[in-house]
């Protein structure tokens, strides 16, 4: 069973375009978390979705930040107009269907890298 | 706000001693937690986990420690070993939602 995916790995962007980063959850999972990480620092919490719908985005910027998880394929997070204050590491968690199970399995993460 | 915090960002340790990670929580509605080991370049992996209702719980070289008097959590690993190193947060979670908050972490070193 293939973990948590998350592509690309690495990502340059100049400001002002705009950043899409993939998570692939693993098999049979069906909540997404995005989580920002600045250097030195912990995770953020962003959004937490299920399929097709949003549960909870109150970590996420109001502006330029969107994020989905469609019914099929993987879950996107995407950013318009990048500044440099968007370079951070962004990982991706899946958990499986049902309250009971709070533990989150973490992909690798995508490094931004805004110039 | 409410936060999960540590109390030392770093820990240097001798390998083959034990290492003791501490973290204070202030939402006393939290009734799970979790902590994670971060390797450099890594995502989080998750290491063990504990409900409010224990106040202990042992996994393979690690135990976790909660008080919830005192609303501390700690991380302890035994005969700890150079593929120790790492961050370690430990996490909480309220009342059966799944969002979970993180710490700022403490980085592991160990001493060779």
């Known amino acids: 069973n293939a973990g948590v995916m998350q592509n690309p790995r690495h990502l340059v962007r100049r400001r002002g375009q705009e950043a899409r980063l993939r998570c692939s959850p693993m098999k049979g999972h069906s909540h997404v978390y995005w989580y920002r990480q600045l250097p030195e620092e912990g995770l953020k919490f962003m959004v937490y979705?299920?399929?097709?719908?949003?549960?909870?985005e109150s970590g996420m910027p109001k502006e330029r930040f969107s994020a989905e998880f469609p019914k099929e394929g993987p879950s996107i997070l995407r950013i318009q107009q990048v500044v440099r204050g968007d370079s951070a590491a962004y990982f991706c968690?899946?958990?499986?269907?049902?309250?009971?199970?709070?533990?989150?399995?973490f992909g690798p993460g995508t490094r931004l890298t805004v110039t | 706000g409410e936060s999960v915090g540590l109390h030392l960002p770093t820990l240097s340790v001798q390998e083959g001693d034990n290492s003791i990670i501490n973290c204070a929580y202030s939402n006393s509605a939290s009734d799970y937690f979790i902590w994670y080991k971060q390797e450099s370049g890594k995502g989080p992996q998750f290491i063990i986990d504990?409900?409010?209702?224990?106040d202990k719980r042992q996994g393979q070289r690690v135990t976790v420690l909660l008080n919830k008097t005192v609303k501390h959590l700690s991380l302890q690993i035994a005969a700890t070993q150079p593929g120790d190193s790492a961050v370690y947060f430990c996490?909480?979670?309220?009342?059966?939602?799944?969002?979970?908050?993180f710490g700022t972490g403490t980085k592991l070193q160990v001493i060779p």
């Open positions: 996490a909480e979670n309220i009342g059966g939602y799944q969002k979970v908050t």
């Open positions: 979705l299920q399929k097709e719908n949003i549960i909870d």
């Open positions: 968690a899946s958990s499986p269907p049902g309250v009971a199970s709070y533990e989150q399995y």
């Open positions: 504990i409900r409010s209702n224990m």
